[in-house]
């Protein structure tokens, strides 16, 4: 049973030694690097989505140009509200 | 032949054309390097599970920490009803990890970084998921386009909205990979040909920029494949614990 308690504490060791440089610095920098990228696809997604389906809409209906430029802001407006989405996410799980 | 960097990119036939029903089904080198990263993967964790010992070795130990650390994932950002769905976001998250890290070695190619491979990974996760949400709810899944507390007239605007960020989820999620493999590769190929054009005598700025890069990529590499497989588990809570 020795041999297995030893183990354990080894074990215990290497864990509190690991907690501590849980995250380097440059770790950091990478993550807060791809969470900036993420806002910003998350914009320009759901821009291009809304744009795209008044464009549709409009040879639809041959309504052009009005669907695409209502959808244009449509689509900025979901684009704003990933955006916060992402954002209220982070922040909770920091 | 090293000053495009675009070159890298280039989809080229390997071996016969097959030809079924006028769709072209030759095996090109994309093919080649997703069957590695496939092969490499079921290897991998063969090798690793396959002696359980109680001290582990290398293999077994990185093996149980992949799998440790996204069964805790899904249980922190999905809830433990979550937990059917393990093999299909580890699988995932295993095989863009794996694509992106092998389009890390030199003259291979990196199959994320063509959007048609990234864009049919996410439209798979979409329908998935949305199929997923009619299955566990019904037409009362349609409620998440609906948020609760919204003055009359403004809930067809605000329904619009929703159904726009809702379809702009694939979208953002296979260019954002797609993205970040490409920009970080192109960019990795245009400091190696400065250092090439630079000389002897100039050359080591780049180099130096060329080796921070690396270090930059392969870290990147790993963050979006855990980005993609995270964003998964949201999507997939966000269908079975409806909350709106």
Known sequence: MTKSEDFKTRLKIAKSKNQKKYLSEGEKRGSFMGNAFKLGTELVAAVGVGTIIGFILDSWFGTKPWLIIIFFFLGAAAGMLNVFRTANRMQKED | ?244
């Open chain 2, 1 to 244: 032949m090293a000053n495009n960097p675009m070159q890298q990119f280039n989809v080229y036939k390997i071996g016969p054309e097959i030809n079924i029903g006028g769709v072209d089904l030759s095996f090109t080198n994309a093919s080649l390097f997703m069957v590695i990263s496939a092969i490499s993967i079921a290897l991998f964790l063969y090798l690793g599970t396959k002696e359980k010992k109680i001290v582990p070795d290398k293999l077994q130990l990185l093996s149980e920490m992949l799998y440790g650390f996204v069964a805790k994932m899904i249980s922190d950002t999905a809830g433990s009803k979550a937990k059917p769905y393990f093999p299909f976001i580890f699988s995932l998250f295993m095989f863009v990890l794996l694509c992106n890290m092998i389009g890390m070695l030199p003259y291979s190619f990196t199959v994320t970084s063509h959007i048609i491979v990234t864009l049919i990974l996410a439209l798979f996760i979409f329908i998935a998921v949305t199929v997923i949400g009619f299955i566990k709810h019904g037409f009362k899944y349609l409620s998440i386009f609906v948020p609760s507390g919204v003055p009359a007239i403004l809930l067809p605007l605000i329904t619009v909205i929703e159904i726009i960020s809702y379809l702009s989820r694939p979208v953002s999620l296979s260019v954002r990979l797609f993205a970040n493999m490409m920009a970080g590769h192109t960019m990795l190929k245009v400091f190696g040909g400065f250092v090439i054009s630079l000389g002897i005598l100039g050359g080591w700025l780049p180099l130096s920029f060329s080796v921070a890069l690396t270090g930059l990529e392969i870290l990147v590499a790993f963050l979006q494949a855990y980005v993609f497989a995270i964003l998964t588990c949201i999507y997939l809570n966000d269908a079975l614990n409806l909350h709106h």
